[in-house]
């Protein structure tokens, strides 16, 4: 038959639809002589596709679809942050980025998977004022969040684009409005961070006052 080598048959090479597959005997003794007949019908591969990464706040969750029909069986993992292991559409509230991979097993054994990466990422507060006037409030320009991200680059400039404080880790000073050791002026500064490389970028504007 179509798709036969030998005595396997290839599903690939018969390609898609109803086949008929036959094993005859013929020999001298006409009592051993007979024919078997099978048909076998080859289905097209089982398409799943988790779509595109995602990228999720963290202690958020994100809904998935990886339903093709209600003969499939599923499995998630890792395991951790999946809401049903076996459902085919789960709910995923990892604590931090992570790559899951789900496979769907059809009625005739056929095997489909994808991947997708959750990006888990803690947002930032960025206050738009300070005034370092030593009063003890607002000295500094403190950044809520930072601590998750131990690499970020936080970068300031002035109105002449000119770059007046680098921060490359979390342990460094906080911004104090001193560049050189000499107060800024009162005014409006660009500040551009950067949370780890290929992450998170925040631009935005920064108050000054006194």
Partial sequence: GKGVMGDVFDPQLAGL????????VKGSIECMNGE?????????????DLGPDKDIIKGGSIAL???LGPDYRYQWSPTTGVSDIASPT?????SQSTKYIVKAIGPSQCVATDSIY???????????????????????WEIKGLEDYPDAQISV??????LIYHRHQVSLASFDGNWN???LPIGVYTYHILTEPKGQVYRGFVNLLR
């Fill in 118 to 140: 959750i990006t888990v990422f803690t947002p930032l507060y960025i206050p738009d004022v300070f005034s370092p006037n030593q009063d003890g409030v607002n000295d500094t």
């Fill in 90 to 94: 789960p709910t995923l509230s990892p």
């Fill in 181 to 183: 050791g000499n107060p």
């Fill in 36 to 48: 078997s007949r099978q048909d076998v019908l080859v289905s097209p591969s089982p398409q799943l």
């Fill in 17 to 24: 639809g109803q086949h008929t597959v036959s094993y005859s």
């Fill in 157 to 162: 400039y002035n109105r002449w684009g000119e």
């Fill in 65 to 67: 679809n990886a339903d």
